[in-house]
């Protein structure tokens, strides 16, 4: 099984949209103290939002489409569903 995930960080206020077998692994990885990447501006990120699929490149579609919408509302209404 494969998850879209989107993660949360108050601290920065903003959303990060992703795809990983092991959604609570990568978690950890991204609030892991790094430099490199969007992610490692903060270590509070929380997982707000997951889908699952059968298969990696269906969850990479679903990712694709919703990177895709740039708009901070439609992620939100998104979540609150």
Known sequence: ??????LYS???DRYYIGV???????LRRHNA???KGFTG???D?????????????DALIRETLIK???SRLK??????V
């Open 1 to 6: 099984m494969y998850f879209l995930y989107i």
């Open 45 to 57: 990120w929380e997982v707000v939002y997951q889908e699952e699929y059968g298969s990696k490149h």
């Open 68 to 70: 895709s919408w740039k």
């Open 33 to 35: 103290v790094h430099k």
């Open 75 to 80: 992620i939100e209404e998104l979540i609150r």
């Open 20 to 26: 990983s077998s092991d959604v609570e692994g990568r």
């Open 41 to 43: 501006r903060a270590q």
């Open 10 to 12: 108050l601290s920065c």
